[in-house]
Nanobody, 127 residues
């Protein structure tokens, strides 16, 4: 079967850090741009970050720029989102998704371009 699984979420205090993982099984992520998105109750899903298939290009939402870092390890078929200086407004379910159509050195944090999604991992930032 084909699986895309997020992990690493949990409860963290404001100012803390978490590392989310997005691991693929049954297919390779090597030729896909990968995006991270998040959704809070009552809100639309929003783009957080993306990384190109080559790893050479990344983009971040203004709300997380300077605090979050996206990376990938194609040998492990995994993409990561390192989240630092977390704020309560970062609380959400975080999803990773694939964009197989993106150019090697391009990615966009626009939901409609992504075709395959994981089930999400909960991140709660609270004191």
């Amino acid at each position: 079967q084909l699986l895309l699984v997020e992990s690493g979420g949990g409860l963290v205090q404001p100012g803390g850090s978490l590392r989310l993982s997005c691991a693929a099984s049954g297919f390779t992520l090597e030729h896909n741009a990968i995006g991270w998105f998040r959704q809070s109750p009552g809100k639309e899903r929003e783009g957080v970050s993306c990384i190109s298939s080559s790893g050479g290009s990344t983009n971040y939402a203004d709300s997380v720029k300077g605090r979050f870092t996206i990376s990938r390890d194609n040998a492990k078929n995994t993409v990561y989102l390192h989240m630092n200086s977390l704020k309560p407004e970062d609380t959400a379910v975080y999803y990773c998704a694939t964009d197989p159509t993106a150019q090697e050195d391009q990615c966009v944090i626009i939901e409609r371009w992504y075709d395959y999604w994981g089930q999400g991992t909960q991140v709660t930032v609270s004191s």
